[in-house]
C-alpha cells in the first residue's frame, strides 16, 4: 500500500516545554505573544502566536439546483476581491456549531438553511493560533432580509457544482479557506457514495442530518 507520509515518530508533548510568554500587542481584535520554548534538543526558540483565537466555520451552502453559494468581498491585505464561503467566529449565544452556521448565513446573506451538517474542520492557521476552522453543509434553503455587519460589504453569486473543480484547477479560486472545505466536502461525500454504494455524479451533495432545534 502506498504511504503518503512516513510514520510519525514517538509524539512528544510540548505542552509542558513553555518556559514563558510575553506580550507583544494587545489590539481590540487580536492579542498577540511570544512564547519561549524548550525543544526536546534543549534549543530554547521563541514563537509568537495569535492568542485566545476563537473558533469560527464555514458554510458550503448549496441550492435545490445543485449550486454553491459562493460570496466575494474586498480584501486589504492582498488589494483584491476574493472569492469566499460564508462563515464567521463562534458567539457565546451559540450553543453548537451548526447554530454558528446558520447564524452566518442569516446575517450576511439572509439565508435559513432548514438542515444543516458539519463535516469536518481543519487547523487554518497551526503555526500561529490553536483556532478551528468547521465546516457545514447547508441545505434546503429558504431566502430573508441580510442583516450583515456594517463593515460587511459582502456579495454573492451561485456557481454550478460541477464547475468547483474545473474553477480550481484553472486557478480562479484562490481562497485557501475556501479549498480546504471543498476538499473535506469531497473526501466526505465520496466515503458515503461509496459506502452506500451508489453510483452517481460528485457534484450531488449528500443529506444533511440536522433539522433545525440547535437555535
Partial sequence: ?????????????YTHLDVYKRQLLEHPWCRL??????LPSGKMIQWWRFADASDFVT???INDRQQLLIAYQYNHPPRAIIDELPGGGREPTDRTIEATARRELREEIGIVAHTMRQIGWFWPNNRRAASKCYVCLATGLEYRTPTPEANEIIFYHWVDIALIDQSIR?????NGQMLAAWSI???VHHTERHLAGRSQDTSTPYGASDTGGDE
Avoid at 484553472?170 to 484562490?174: A, D, F, I, M, S
Fill in 59 to 61: 458554510v458550503l451552502c
Fill in 170 to 174: 484553472e486557478g480562479r479560486l484562490q
Fill in 185 to 187: 466536502y469531497r473526501a
Fill in 33 to 38: 505573544v511570544e512564547d519561549t520554548v524548550r
Fill in 1 to 13: 500500500a502506498s504511504v503518503l507520509c512516513p510514520p510519525r515518530p514517538g509524539a512528544v508533548s
